[in-house]
């Protein structure tokens, strides 16, 4: 080596090893009044630099200043908290645009841009609200949708109950949980249901004598939405509904979603009406898409797996990233009472005398699953009767012998015995609780539950104790997409009637915070991006007017949203 190339050879050694001077180009430094990072061990900072979308540090201002010479200083949240941008790991559009296309007649106020709508919270109430929809409804024979009725609280609903508010023209009522419908005589002559199809649906519901009583729900659902579709599925309503939806989303300072049954409807129709109402740079949130596996059967036959591996790759053309993920179901559905119970069943309520029902019977469950289990994908599975967590759980015990580290999410999570508690920390589940079944029906539940099986509703604190991660999803539009909301209501447990459930079952506040930012991300694979504010991730931040940490969880719900920085870009909530 010559004399000057050995020189210039220590001089580059030299200013490797020598702290630099990031370039500043392109960088613009945020200063508030706190940043909560979501660090453990590093939960404040005063500053936050970003370039190109992403972080590139975190610290005090003046450090990130000095460190970054002539990068823009933005002191647009001097006096707001910025945290990680907040995160529902659980909703769907396609119901989201369905259901609030339609008029609400729900037992208590539902989200809206805003504000929220009124409650009927009886019987009463109800069926006047029933009459009112009807008075407004145009004039013509076109069926008539409404949407939000939950027997607990607003009491049975038969045939002749709907005949009797109108006779003339089909009336659907949706009930609240989204899996059953009650109709009217002309209803159910419309979609041609008989006694007999009780024979193949169990969804079919028939009355003591044997006759049709009105509801329709389940594996039943497909024969109403036959006949029912090109009035439910219309573009316009549902993106008219969608603007509602998405308003909520955004006023809440959602920066990132995902919908858990991409397909359902039929990716084609999913396609479309996604493609047509969502972007992000329009919607100011991020949206993913977890295929559901009976639409993947249904499309793709035994190539299930390698059509989740080609959309996750953009390979198969989706209107929003899919990720490697797949959606199960153990049982049926909560709000409704079908999710499945061990013995005696339900005490008391409309499905009194059964023990639910089951969507994939417990010996199929880890078969349904294993081939994609086997290509690597991240499972999610709704499961919520204390019966359906032992079949999941099970289920979850045979997979791990050939794949102990790959994601099991279990959605929803209605009820957890003790003993479950303790097995799904065992085995390294994530529950992705679903927000707001103890706010709106433990109580309505006691009863027909019993006093055991009353207590184990979403039981987080002790799930979080048992060593399982846990977030909390919206399941929206079942519940309010405000990720805010959701925390505040599992710090405190009060009910809608304003008493406590279960205190011990409390998330603490840091905890609480962190279901909705952290472990989130991790519910959906997707903590290398995002979730916490450190460098190497995305610059999605949630700007708020106040430190959730430093305020009461009752009044979590209450905290301004100024709007959110996404990949690095200011988004401000836009009020009409």
């Known amino acids: 080596m010559t004399r000057v190339a050995f020189v210039l050879a220590l001089l580059a050694s030299a200013?490797?090893?020598?702290?630099?001077?990031?370039?500043?180009?392109?960088?613009?430094?945020?200063?508030?009044?706190?940043?909560?990072?979501?660090?453990?061990?590093?939960?404040?900072?005063?500053?936050?630099?970003?370039?190109?979308?992403?972080?590139?540090?975190?610290?005090?201002?003046?450090?990130?200043?000095?460190?970054?010479?002539?990068?823009?200083?933005?002191?647009?949240?001097?006096?707001?908290?910025?945290?990680?941008?907040?995160?529902?790991?659980?909703?769907?559009?396609m119901l989201g645009g369905l259901m609030y296309a339609q008029p609400f007649a729900t037992p208590w106020p539902m989200a809206m841009p805003g504000g929220a709508s009124k409650g009927y919270p009886t019987r009463t109430a109800f069926l006047e609200r029933l009459q009112e929809i009807v008075g407004d409804a145009p004039v013509g024979d076109e069926p008539i949708f409404v949407y939000g009725y939950h027997n607990l609280i607003q009491g049975d609903l038969t045939r002749a109950d709907l005949?009797?508010?109108?006779?003339?023209?089909?009336?659907?009522?949706?009930?609240?949980?989204?899996?059953?419908?009650?109709?009217?005589?002309q209803a159910l002559d419309m979609i041609g249901a008989t006694p007999a199809l009780h024979d193949t649906y169990e969804g079919i519901g028939l009355d003591e004598t044997?006759?049709?009583?009105?509801?329709?729900?389940?594996?039943?659902?497909?024969?109403?939405?036959?006949?029912?579709?090109?009035?439910?599925?219309?573009?316009?309503?549902?993106?008219?509904?969608?603007?509602?939806?998405?308003?909520?989303?955004?006023?809440?300072?959602?920066?990132?979603?995902?919908?858990?049954?991409?397909?359902?409807?039929?990716?084609?129709?999913?396609?479309?009406?996604?493609?047509?109402?969502?972007?992000?740079?329009?919607?100011?949130?991020?949206?993913?898409?977890?295929?559901?596996?009976?639409?993947?059967?249904?499309?793709?036959?035994?190539?299930?797996?390698?059509?989740?591996?080609?959309m996750a790759k953009g390979e198969i053309e989706t209107p929003a990233p899919v990720l490697p993920r797949v959606k199960f179901f153990t049982d049926a559905a909560f709000y409704s009472q079908t999710m499945r119970l061990s013995p005696p069943g339900y005490l008391s309520g409309q499905s009194k005398d059964t023990e639910g029902l089951w969507v994939l019977e417990p010996e199929e469950i880890a078969p349904t699953i294993q081939p994609y289990w086997d290509r690597g994908f991240a499972v999610h599975i709704h499961s919520n009767g204390d019966a359906a967590q032992d079949a999941t759980l099970a289920a979850l015990s045979s997979l791990r012998e050939t794949n102990p580290d790959a994601d099991f999410v279990i959605e929803h999570g209605g009820l957890f015995s003790p003993q479950q508690v303790r097995e799904a920390g065992d085995l390294g589940t994530i529950v992705s609780a679903a927000s707001h079944y103890v706010y709106f029906l433990s109580g309505a539940y006691a009863d027909p539950l019993g006093p055991a099986r009353a207590n184990w509703i979403s039981p987080l604190g002790s799930l979080s104790a048992a060593g399982v991660a846990v977030t909390l999803h919206s399941d929206a539009p079942l519940a309010p997409p405000q990720p805010l909301r959701a925390a505040g209501a599992h710090i405190t447990r009060i009910t809608r009637e304003g008493t406590p459930y279960a205190s011990a079952q409390a998330l603490q506040p840091y905890d609480a915070l962190e279901a909705i930012t952290l472990d989130a991300a991790r519910a959906l694979g997707l903590a290398d991006e995002i979730g916490s504010i450190e460098p190497g991730k995305r610059a999605d931040f949630t700007i708020l007017s106040a430190n959730p940490l430093e305020t009461e969880g009752s009044q979590w719900a209450s905290i301004g949203v100024w709007g959110v920085v996404l990949g690095g870009e200011k988004r401000p909530i836009v009020r009409e």
């Not at 009044?33 to 660090?39: A, K, P």
């Not at 023209?169 to 899996?179: A, D, L, N, Q």
């Not at 594996?219 to 993106?239: C, K, R, T």
């Open 163 to 185: 005949d009797t508010i109108v006779s003339d023209r089909p009336i659907f009522v949706w009930h609240y949980s989204g899996h059953d419908f009650y109709l009217n005589s």
């Open 210 to 310: 044997s006759a049709l009583n009105g509801r329709i729900f389940e594996d039943a659902i497909p024969v109403l939405l036959a006949e029912i579709g090109p009035y439910l599925f219309d573009p316009d309503s549902i993106a008219e509904g969608l603007e509602r939806y998405f308003t909520i989303l955004r006023e809440a300072g959602v920066t990132t979603t995902a919908d858990l049954g991409y397909g359902i409807f039929g990716r084609s129709l999913e396609n479309q009406i996604m493609s047509a109402n969502w972007t992000l740079k329009e919607n100011n949130f991020r949206l993913y898409l977890v295929p559901e596996f009976r639409a993947l059967a249904s499309e793709f036959g035994e190539n299930g797996p390698s059509a989740v591996a080609q």
């Open 15 to 93: 200013c490797a090893n020598e702290p630099t001077a990031v370039p500043h180009t392109g960088t613009t430094i945020y200063n508030a009044e706190t940043i909560l990072t979501m660090q453990r061990g590093a939960e404040t900072a005063e500053a936050v630099a970003v370039r190109d979308g992403m972080i590139v540090a975190v610290g005090s201002f003046s450090d990130l200043t000095a460190a970054y010479p002539g990068a823009a200083l933005d002191d647009t949240f001097a006096d707001h908290v910025i945290t990680p941008g907040l995160i529902d790991p659980h909703m769907h559009v």
